[in-house]
């Protein structure tokens, strides 16, 4: 069996705002999960997800998120703040045959509405995914939940299976945007992506804006929705709600 108390003692759950980038206004929160290493440094998932897949602690590190996501987005509710969680799925964790009546458990349990998640799936991992696999993100589509391909146009995509996916989003990765003042070839996969967004029908999230100078960019460019450090760095839940608390009685920023 799993030690879960691990997880419980090592992960910090952190919440990063998603904006819409015309009026500031806050449209969604991404739950982020952080490693508190014993050296006082903080691991982003890259560095220790292989670990957990290893112990079979995926599907609970999953579990603790929605459950941390969900108790957060119920409270901001009450306060009259109906924003769209987004967490990130690995393929082993949707490749769970019971993950989707998992999650219909726990949107009833909380009050929650399907619509009001985001479950963000990398593009690599969706091209080599089993057919039979993707039964799980059907099965959330018609829960109503919506679903992002993350870090979109860093991998050689085959186009054609993409449009068999059942998909609402594309999020172009933080190193298209953070090069895109400057790089040619960024702007000519920006702007395409953004075609290609609006030709499917799809939202088109731009992550990691780090810059003034980016987000006007991205908005000359038709881009609408973005996060990233620019905006607000990711903080505790405790912190989200003193900070949109306050983010209401303040002006949007110009």
Request: charged residues 20%; negative net charge.
């Amino acid at each position: 069996m799993p030690d879960t108390a691990i997880l419980v003692d090592w992960v910090q759950w952190l919440f990063q705002p998603k904006f819409n980038l015309k009026t500031d206004a806050v449209i969604g929160v991404e739950v982020l999960a952080r490693w508190r290493h014993a050296s006082g440094k903080t691991l982003i998932p890259a560095c220790f997800v292989t670990m957990l897949e290893r112990c079979d602690l995926l599907d609970e590190l999953l579990r603790q998120q929605l459950y941390q996501g969900l108790a957060l987005q119920q409270q901001l509710r009450a306060q009259g703040h109906e924003l769209n969680f987004v967490f990130n799925l690995h393929a082993v964790q949707w490749s769970n045959v019971m993950l989707a009546s998992q999650i219909r458990t726990l949107l009833s349990e909380y009050g929650a509405r399907g619509s009001s998640l985001t479950f963000e799936l990398t593009e690599s991992d969706l091209l080599q995914a089993p057919e039979t696999s993707l039964e799980c993100l059907f099965s959330l589509q018609m829960m109503d939940c919506r679903l992002s391909i993350k870090n979109f146009g860093t991998d050689y995509s085959s186009l054609q299976r993409l449009f068999r996916l059942p998909f609402n989003e594309i999020k172009l990765g933080a190193g298209f945007v953070q090069t895109l003042p400057h790089e040619l070839r960024c702007q000519a996969v920006v702007g395409s992506t953004l075609a290609l967004g609006e030709a499917l029908g799809v939202a088109v999230v731009a992550e990691g804006i780090e810059t003034g100078e980016q987000r006007r960019h991205l908005l000359n460019m038709g881009c609408t929705q973005g996060q990233g450090d620019w905006y607000v760095r990711p903080m505790s839940g405790a912190d989200l709600l003193q900070w949109l608390g306050r983010a209401q009685q303040s002006s949007p920023r110009a």
